[in-house]
């Protein structure tokens, strides 16, 4: 059997080993309406698969995580086999290019990339970008530290190497990426936390940041618990947004 897309003739989306049996396949399909994400599915189901065997990891029940290290120019995927366990480092691909400086953004046109906690709200498998995940910057707490008018938008993970304040990874990687978040979303994975820090926020980080960047001292020893705490338990903190634009972990 064939689908029909307007004049588009294609193939109706496969099952996959990666979505459990009650999984969302409406999102799926969505997705597989757009030749590009058709294109790369099979390739990126298939090294998912291994990499999952390979860790002993169950794809269909697993639980997605991202790390961003500005400097370190890296985002690192993290997988825990369901929502109570501990995180295990799955893939880490490189961040190839950089706009602005270390920091926080607080409005449009700053070319800054935004530090803090975030989670994935959009997938655009049409992006000029190859394929692009949403972050959805800006926060409460970008909200109420940032341009009170202005405080920017449109921050993504995505293909190709060219940027003006969001994550580009190239576009063989955000296939893979773009892939694994699908197959979390498919399985019931609304919200795939992102932590984007400046560097690795241990007592060395914090303290060459603050040596070269004194006027961010109090926001990055804000973001500090948020690193410490993953280090330590493996599991993402907890937080909420105060009134005054700072995190609190629960």
């Not at 590009?36 to 698969?49: A, C, D, L, M, S």
């Not at 691909?93 to 602005?100: H, R």
């Not at 795939?192 to 060395?204: G, K, Q």
Request: glycine share 6%; proline share 8%.
């Amino acid at each position: 059997m064939l689908w029909f897309l307007g004049c588009l003739l294609f193939a109706p989306p496969p099952t996959s080993v990666l979505f459990s049996a009650d999984g969302d396949q409406t999102f799926f399909r969505e997705q597989w309406r757009y030749e590009r994400f058709r294109k790369g599915w099979p390739r990126n189901e298939q090294r998912i698969v291994a990499l999952f065997h390979e860790k002993a990891l169950n794809p269909q029940a697993g639980r997605l995580y991202l790390r961003a290290f500005k400097q370190d120019q890296v985002i690192e995927i993290w997988m825990a086999p369901d929502a109570q366990a501990p995180f295990q480092l799955l893939a880490a691909v490189p961040v190839c290019a950089l706009s602005g400086r270390l920091g926080p953004k607080r409005k449009q046109g700053d070319l800054q990339i935004p530090e803090g906690r975030y989670f994935i709200d959009r997938f655009n498998p049409a992006s000029s970008y190859h394929l692009s995940l949403g972050i959805n910057y800006p926060n409460r707490c970008d909200r109420i530290l940032g341009d009170p008018v202005d405080p920017g938008d449109l921050i993504f993970i995505h293909g190709r190497c060219v940027t003006i304040g969001c994550l580009p990874i190239q576009d063989q990687p955000i296939e893979f990426l773009y892939s694994l978040c699908v197959a979390a979303r498919v399985n019931g994975q609304k919200k795939i936390m992102v932590d984007i820090f400046p560097t690795r926020l241990d007592d060395a980080g914090m303290k060459k940041l603050i040596e070269e960047r004194p006027a961010h001292r109090a926001f990055w020893e804000n973001l500090q618990p948020l690193y410490r705490a993953f280090e330590r338990t493996r599991r993402p903190a907890k937080v909420t947004c105060g009134r005054d634009g700072r995190y609190r972990t629960l």
